[in-house]
């Protein structure tokens, strides 16, 4: 039986013409066109949760302390129940500031958790309000962390600021629809392959028939009309479930500022050529109180 919707609008050799195509996919939520788009879908119920967790990050340190770095973890901090696994980070702002150092201060964060080997520039994340920069940004942020704050020499301050707002570039509507999904392989289960046939079986309710089912006419399978088989199979041309994953996983769940809280560190650096004029054997004490805004977007959330 043909895997292909056949109509007067689809012809029979859909397939081929969608591998032919396949190539314009696009995840960007925009209205029909000629070319295979993602469209955007409905809003699902979802139980997401939020909060701010408001951290004081203060202590007394010495000028090799804050030259080799101060790190804060955000799970020492007494806050209350917070979400498992990932969330997104709506917001940082800083509610005061008090520094009696004489030299600059960068404090940056491990946002979306993205591990020490990559650069938060390619994160995939950008910063609404704008990343800060500093000379030597290379020394004072550790690879997998993020420039939240440049505190200036002896700043004291109580006005509330924003540093970091999320713009993923990823729409919101695909963030509360694909947010529990996890990347690479995990996308697979419940696709099986055979070997030497160019198709796969597809579990009825995996999130690919559902990207396929929204772009059916772009895409020339219409998986409603589908026969399931074994009352929970729908048999799919392997070169489209690939394309369709490969564009979910790249375009979409690569892009999300997804943050584990329980992991959230803020680390806080002097440049060493300021930090050099400071008096050996003095400490120096450093207060700063931050407004971290999060919230849930589904309520399985991949860790």
Request: hydrophobic share 35%; net charge negative; proline share 5%.
């Amino acid at each position: 039986m043909s895997i292909v919707k056949k109509s007067s609008q689809t012809p029979t050799n859909a397939v081929s013409a969608t591998e032919a195509r396949m190539s314009g996919l696009s995840l960007e939520p925009i209205a029909r066109v000629e070319e295979p788009v993602f469209v955007a879908p409905k809003s699902e119920p979802t139980m997401p949760g939020s909060g701010i967790l408001h951290l004081n990050l203060h202590g007394v340190y010495s000028a090799d302390e804050l030259v080799n770095g101060v790190t804060w973890h955000a799970s020492d901090f007494d806050c209350g129940a917070v979400p498992e696994g990932r969330v997104i980070v709506d917001q940082i702002t800083s509610e005061a500031i008090g520094s009696n150092v004489a030299s600059n201060l960068m404090v940056s964060a491990n946002l979306f958790n993205s591990g020490d080997d990559t650069h938060y520039l390619q994160s995939g994340v950008t910063n609404a309000v704008g990343w800060v920069t500093a000379g030597g940004q290379s020394q004072l942020v550790p690879l997998g962390y993020a420039p939240i704050i440049s505190i200036m020499p002896n700043e004291y301050s109580r006005s509330s600021t924003v540093h970091y707002r999320p713009g993923s570039g990823v729409d919101d509507g695909l963030m509360q629809r694909y947010g529990h999904l996890s990347t690479g392989e995990n996308l697979r289960k419940n696709i099986v392959a055979f070997p030497g046939e160019d198709y796969y079986y597809v579990a009825k309710d995996h999130v690919v028939l559902d990207i396929i089912e929204r772009n059916w006419d772009a895409l020339g399978q219409d998986v409603p009309h589908e026969r399931v088989r074994e009352g929970n199979w729908i048999k799919v041309s392997d070169t489209l479930v690939d394309k369709v994953l490969d564009e979910l996983n790249s375009k979409v769940l690569k892009h999300m500022p997804l943050t584990d809280l329980a992991g959230l560190n803020f680390k806080m650096k002097a440049d060493k050529t300021l930090a050099d004029y400071l008096e050996e054997g003095k400490d120096y004490p450093v207060s700063l109180t931050l407004a971290v805004s999060y919230r849930s977007i589904a309520p399985e959330i991949s860790a």
